[in-house]
Nanobody, 131 residues
Framework: QSRLVESGGGTVQPGGSLRLSCAASGFTLDSYAIGWFRQAPGKEREGVSCISSTDGSTYYADSVKGRFTISRDNAKSTVYLQMNSLKPEDTAVYYC????????????????????????WGQGTQVTVSS
């Protein structure tokens, strides 16, 4: 069965770091743009970052620019999200999603997340930033 599996979430203090992983099982990520999203309690899901399948271009929401870094290792069919200088407002469940369509600009733009654009979604991993 083809699926995405996130890992690496946890609880850290403000200013700390975490690295999330998004691994593909049953398929390879080479042809997919990969987006990271998050959803905090009582809030809408929002796009955080994205990496394209074509040239590896990276995209970030304004709220995480300069703090988060997305990367991909196609040989391992894994995408990473390095999160530094974490803030309490980064607390959320983080999801990755894979799309054959060129979705990256849409991922990091404001507005509703259109789930139907993505071929696969992970189950989510909790990130809590608290002192």
């Amino acid at each position: 069965q083809s699926r995405l599996v996130e890992s690496g979430g946890g609880t850290v203090q403000p200013g700390g770091s975490l690295r999330l992983s998004c691994a593909a099982s049953g398929f390879t990520l080479d042809s997919y743009a990969i987006g990271w999203f998050r959803q905090a309690p009582g809030k809408e899901r929002e796009g955080v970052s994205c990496i394209s399948s074509t040239d590896g271009s990276t995209y970030y929401a304004d709220s995480v620019k300069g703090r988060f870094t997305i990367s991909r290792d196609n040989a391992k069919s894994t995408v990473y999200l390095q999160m530094n200088s974490l803030k309490p407002e980064d607390t959320a469940v983080y999801y990755c999603a894979a799309a054959l369509l060129p979705v990256c600009q849409r991922v990091v733009s404001a507005g509703e997340v259109l789930g139907y654009l993505y071929d696969y979604w992970g189950q989510g991993t909790q990130v809590t930033v608290s002192s």
